[in-house]
Nanobody
Framework: QVQLVESGGGLVQAGGSLRLSCAASGFAFSINAMSWFRQAPGKEREFVAGINWRGDSSNYVDSVKGRFTISRDNRKNTLYLQMNSRKHEDTAVYYC?????????????WGQGSQVTFSS
């Protein structure tokens, strides 16, 4: 059974940093690209960042470039998203997913989501 379990979300003060984790099990995490998506209230789910299986190639949506960093540890079957210099518009539920497609429909497995809230 495939499981993707996000953790690390919560309430963050203006300008603060946060690191999300996604623990994977039940599939070949170490040879799969992975992605982070987010969904804000009343908005569609959007691609945030993707990373290849080796962890040496990544891409980001323009709004988070220079502030967020995606990474992975294949020994721990874990995906990360380091969020720095957070903004109000970063408030959303964050999801990890298999693959690197920027479209939501291009993914098979999803985590349950982790709420991240910006606080001024």
């Amino acid at each position: 059974q495939v499981q993707l379990v996000e953790s690390g979300g919560g309430l963050v003060q203006a300008g603060g940093s946060l690191r999300l984790s996604c623990a994977a099990s039940g599939f070949a995490f170490s040879i799969n690209a992975m992605s982070w998506f987010r969904q804000a209230p009343g908005k569609e789910r959007e691609f945030v960042a993707g990373i290849n299986w080796r962890g040496d190639s990544s891409n980001y949506v323009d709004s988070v470039k220079g502030r967020f960093t995606i990474s992975r540890d294949n020994r721990k079957n874990t995906l990360y998203l380091q969020m720095n210099s957070r903004k109000h518009e970063d408030t959303a539920v964050y999801y990890c997913a298999d693959g690197r497609d920027t479209r939501s429909a291009g993914h098979t497995y999803w985590g349950q989501g982790s709420q991240v809230t910006f606080s001024s």
